[in-house]
């Protein structure tokens, strides 16, 4: 599969940070009370990626390691600052429904993998085409959350009234609790339909290293508990 492509397909399916790698939660469960606000959280997110990415691969010769993580901020900060701009200009109500998770984007910790684990460590194109498949895997985990949760909360999609007028809107659904409720329903019918294909012969591609799951149990970086502990008794 050519390099490019793979990129986008890791990040829409592969290694979903939504669905599959369970990043950038903060966001993921307060804004999505609405369609609109998660599209509009994602793109946003999306373009900080594709941007960060590429200037960071651009640097990655000579940002000194002793210092990457502080350049990796700064850059990324440079780029939300110019999106919340645009957003507060152009799409004030937007803006508005965001609030202060659009600076926060700064620390989500997404871009920040990405920067670490990819830019700062391949060339540019690869490195855009992984923020870009990234994002749109970030932005469709978040819009099928906010369509659940604006159908059955608000009876609309996008604005729009879906439901009947005497249908009653359940909203716990665009509260907190209904946002843990629709994740949790979205990642479990996704596991669900993975199981399925994987028994019926399919090929399921499952995430590696860091993907499967917490440090504690992982020992292909070398950050996990396993790792951590032999490293210790070779260096007494």
Known sequence: MNNCTER?????????PTFVMMLGMCPTLAVTTSAVNGIGMGLSTTVV??????????L??????SVRMPAFIVVVASFVT?????????????????G???PLIVVNCIILGRAESYASKNPVLPSIFDGLGMGLGFTFGLTCIGIVREIIGAGTIFGFQLMPESYEPVTIFIMAPGAFIVLAFLVASRNKIM??????????????????????????????????????????
């Open 195 to 236: 199981n399925h294909l994987e028994k019926k012969g399919k090929k399921v591609t499952r995430p590696q290293g860091c993907a499967e799951g917490g440090c504690a149990s992982c020992g292909g970086c070398g950050q996990g508990a396993g790792q951590t502990e032999k490293k210790e008794e070779g260096a007494l």
């Open 82 to 98: 110019i999106v919340q701009f645009l957003l507060e200009g152009f799409v004030p109500s937007l803006y508005s429904a965001l």
């Open 60 to 65: 990655r010769k000579i940002i000194p390691d």
């Open 100 to 102: 202060l998770y659009i």
């Open 49 to 58: 990626l594709v941007l960060s990415n590429m200037l960071i691969s651009m």
């Open 8 to 16: 986008l397909y890791n990040g829409l399916v592969k290694e979903n």
